[in-house]
């Protein structure tokens, strides 16, 4: 294994199945140097899938006595995936995933980061089935991600891609307008945030064979002098080391000769 670290992990403090030391356990059996932890943050619009505030002080000092407890075994860090609309406490932790998986539309809170159907309804309601105006929406508010908080990485960028490799993709991903869309988000972003995770989920979930970012953005985020970390979204911890490696390979296909890691005194570089 190449890459021996993930910092985009889920577990029973908000939707991932397996407690921190289950995972941590797990993470040491799979050959990780380095683990962190990224529950959903604390969201005041809803609580669904989300830690709370109170267990969000529990799951911090949890971290830290884990952190000295496994001293030599393995590195552990403290994270959390952060809407960018959730505006959570993110004192005492060591990085943030700044994601977006919720709209404000009117007065009412949005999820679209759901299945097919549900999105359907979404676009139907609040777009008159417009994707093309829900595209524009999502690339120019996650252009504004750094003003929503501090945030060390971007988080599944180009999200709305989740249903393109179904029998109902919605878009072409390849269209030139969609990349216009997403690739001047990239240039607004990299100013203020500079790493993005390649999210390998699809690899561990078999959900699809395309990561997030699609490897036409990937090499973009290079050319904007973007870095990158390689993450998988485990919300299993069997399943923590999954697809890293063949992320290492989809990011050197891009250009990339380097990619991100969490060390004990933030993020540094590593040659691949
Ligand atoms: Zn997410
Ligand atoms: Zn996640």
């Known amino acids: 294994m190449i890459y021996r670290q993930n910092l985009h992990t889920h577990n029973v403090y908000c939707d ?12 040491i059996d799979q050959g990780l140097e380095a683990l962190g932890f990224s529950c959903h943050s604390y969201q005041y619009f809803s609580p669904v899938y989300t830690i709370s505030e109170e267990n969000t002080v529990k799951y911090k000092a949890e971290i830290k006595a884990l952190k000295e407890e496994f001293e ?3 590195r552990l860090y403290a994270g959390l995936e952060v809407d960018m609309l959730s505006r959570p406490d993110v004192s005492g932790l060591d990085y943030t ?3 977006s998986h919720w709209m404000k539309l009117g007065d009412d809170f949005v999820e679209f980061d759901k299945r097919i159907e549900i999105f359907q309804e979404i676009l139907d309601k609040y777009f008159d089935g417009d ?13 504004l991600l750094s003003t929503h908080g501090r945030f060390d990485v971007v988080g599944h960028f180009d999200l709305v891609t989740r249903h393109c490799e179904s029998e109902h993709p919605f878009f072409d991903r390849s269209d030139k307008r969609y990349l216009d869309l997403a690739k001047d988000a990239i240039h607004n972003i990299v100013k203020d945030i500079r790493i993005f995770e390649v999210n390998v989920g699809c690899f561990a979930y078999g959900t699809g064979n395309i990561p997030y970012p699609e490897p036409e953005l990937i090499r973009e985020i ?10 998988n979204d485990a919300h299993d911890r069997e399943k923590l080391s999954l697809g890293l490696d063949r992320g290492v390979e989809i990011i050197k296909s891009a250009g990339f000769d380097e990619v991100m890691i969490m060390t004990d005194h933030g993020f540094d570089g590593m040659k691949i």
């Open 16 to 27: 991932g199945r397996g407690t921190l030391r289950e995972f941590t356990l797990a993470a």
């Open 131 to 143: 994707i093309w105006a829900f595209l524009e929406k999502y690339y120019s508010e996650i252009s």
């Open 222 to 231: 290079k050319a904007a002098g973007g870095s990158v970390i390689i993450t």
């Open 97 to 99: 995933i700044g994601s």
């Open 72 to 74: 030599g075994k393995i």
